[in-house]
Structures are given as structure tokens and as C-alpha cells.
């Protein structure tokens, strides 16, 4: 007798999610996953123009903007409206990736532009949607009446860049840190004032998203996917299995990163403040081989 693989308590049928970013990438995958499972799914983004015609058939739809507070309040009126105002899964997704710098004026009219609309996406997109719509995911599993499937789960999108901190882009990495201190503070209050919401940070590897070149075409040509990337669909495969098993991070290998380097640079990078070596060492010229060699002997 064949047996259907069991799913994350709150992908069961009939649930219904919310998903920001979610009209390309990991946020379309996601949303395609849970419609397979039988959710009934809304889907947020700034531009909703690049989904098929199929797909949109399929979803609810939204266009806004993350960082802009009536949005929200819009986008709470639409869930009271589609969804009778229940709300199990909650997917805070969307993101962007400015160019920033403090040494270059990028763009050199107004220098804290990059950094403030980084900010205001990444950061206040999240904030935003935690503060209107939890009440929503309390409130639907604290009343569904079966209590065996009063289910919720919060999962929000961090980056790698929010906790090894490569030198690049100072906003980005600050804003995507700033996601990770916001998700395991959500996560330590939710577990002790209401468990049966579980909440996830996604920290994807290499993905072939629009975010990192997939949606850059040139004219007549199709961009093909690197070999070290992963597509979008095994990010959220990697996703299911870890809140499977109950794991709050579900920090993403791929074709290139494995698990294990992943967990080597860090420890590295914390080791930076515990050791109080000069900060980023592992991009310093003097510290490379130092570096790497250290993370090589590092018991993960």
C-alpha cells in the first residue's frame, strides 16, 4: 500500500497562505508547492505582470509595496475578503538588492537612497507584515475547531549575507542580519505564548532567481542556469524537510556549498568576535590562509 509523504503541519488542505515576493523565484515555487498541496494561496508582489495567465487563474493576487505601511492594512482588507480572514501559512518573502556602498556615491544624486530603500524592504517589509498580520495566524489557529489541525507557520527569508557578512553591499547584509534577529525573536516569543505556530527562517544557498541573474534575458536568448545553483524548487524542498523535522533555520546547500562548509564559515565568522580578530577576516588578503586553513580544523 502506498503512503502520500507527509507535509508540514500547516501545508494541509484547505489552509490558506500568503506569500510576499511571490510572483517569481522562491516565492513562486513556494506558492506553486502549496497549491499542489491543496492550500488556497494569495500572492503579494510589487509587479504580479510575470505570472502566466495559467497561474494567475489559479491564485489570489496583490500588488504592493512591502515597505509602505497602507499597503498592508489593503492587504489585510483582501484576506478578510478571500479568505474570511483565515491565515495559517504566512511567507514573508520579498527582498531586493540595491548596490551600496560608503566609499562610492551609488547613486551619486543621493548616496543613502540604496541604503534606505534596502531598508525599507527588507527590513520594514517584514516588520510590517509581522505586526498586521500575526494577529491573523494567532487568531485562526487558536479558533479552528479541530484542534488537532489548528496549525500555523510564519516563514520569512533571510540570506547567508545576514550571517557571514561578505564585503560587498553593507545595507543588504545589515538589513538581511536584521531579518534573522527579527524571525528568532518571533520564534522564542511564539514558542512559549502560542507553539502550535512554528515559525522558519529560509536562508537560501545559490539560487537561479531573478534576484542573482535569472531574470536577466537578452534579447532572443534564454540564460541558463548555472551548474552550482539550485533551482527555486529545491529550495522549497530543503523548506518541508527541515520544518518536518521541526528545525526553526533551514540554511540552504547547494551545487557548490555543502552543508558542512556552510556551517565552517559560520562558526569562522563568529569566531571573528570571540577571538577579537579584525572584523571580516576571511576576506582579508593577510588572514586568507589563515583562514581557511582554521576553517579546515574546525569540528562541525
Known amino acids: 500500500m502506498s503512503s502520500t509523504p507527509s507535509i508540514p503541519a500547516a501545508f494541509q488542505k484547505g489552509n490558506t497562505a500568503l506569500i510576499t515576493g511571490g510572483a517569481s523565484g522562491i516565492g513562486l515555487a513556494l506558492a ?29 493576487t496583490f500588488e504592493m509595496d512591502v515597505g509602505n505601511r497602507q499597503d498592508w492594512t489593503r492587504l489585510k482588507a483582501k484576506i478578510d475578503d478571500v479568505f474570511d480572514g483565515q491565515l495559517n501559512v504566512l511567507a514573508l518573502n520579498a527582498g531586493r538588492y540595491l548596490p551600496t556602498s560608503f566609499l562610492s556615491e551609488n547613486p551619486p544624486d543621493d548616496p543613502t537612497k540604496n541604503f534606505y530603500e534596502t531598508m525599507q524592504t527588507n527590513v520594514f517589509g517584514v516588520m510590517n507584515g509581522i505586526t498586521t ?33 561578505p564585503p560587498s553591499n553593507p545595507a543588504y547584509n545589515a538589513s538581511k542580519a536584521a531579518v534573522k ?11 512559549a505564548e502560542q ?10 544557498g545559490w539560487t537561479f ?15 541558463e542556469k548555472p551548474a552550482g545553483a539550485w533551482w527555486p524548487e529545491q529550495v522549497v524542498d530543503y523548506l518541508e524537510e527541515k520544518m518536518q523535522e521541526g528545525k526553526f533555520y533551514a540554511i540552504c546547500p547547494d551545487n557548490d556549498v555543502t552543508e558542512e562548509m556552510d556551517k565552517r564559515r559560520m562558526v569562522w565568522a563568529m ?17 586568507k590562509e589563515k583562514a581557511e586553513e582554521g576553517m579546515k580544523k574546525l569540528d562541525v
Open 32 to 60: 506553486k508547492r502549496l497549491l499542489s498541496h491543496g492550500l488556497r494561496v494569495l500572492v503579494a508582489d510589487k509587479d504580479i505582470s510575470s505570472l502566466s495567465p495559467e497561474t494567475k487563474d489559479l491564485l489570489f
Open 133 to 165: 498580520l500575526l494577529p491573523l495566524v494567532r487568531q485562526t489557529t487558536t479558533t479552528t475547531v479541530n484542534e488537532k489541525d489548528a496549525k500555523g507557520a510564519i516563514i520569512i527569508t533571510g540570506s547567508k549575507q545576514g550571517i557571514t557578512n
Open 181 to 191: 534577529t527579527l524571525a528568532e525573536h518571533l520564534a522564542f516569543d511564539l514558542a
Open 195 to 204: 507553539p502550535n505556530i512554528s515559525v522558519h527562517l529560509l536562508v537560501p
Open 209 to 223: 532567481t531573478g534576484m542573482t541573474g535569472a531574470g536577466n534575458k537578452e534579447e532572443g536568448k534564454k540564460k
Open 271 to 287: 569566531g571573528d568576535v570571540v577571538e577579537n580578530r579584525p572584523p571580516l577576516t576571511r576576506w582579508r588578503p593577510e588572514w
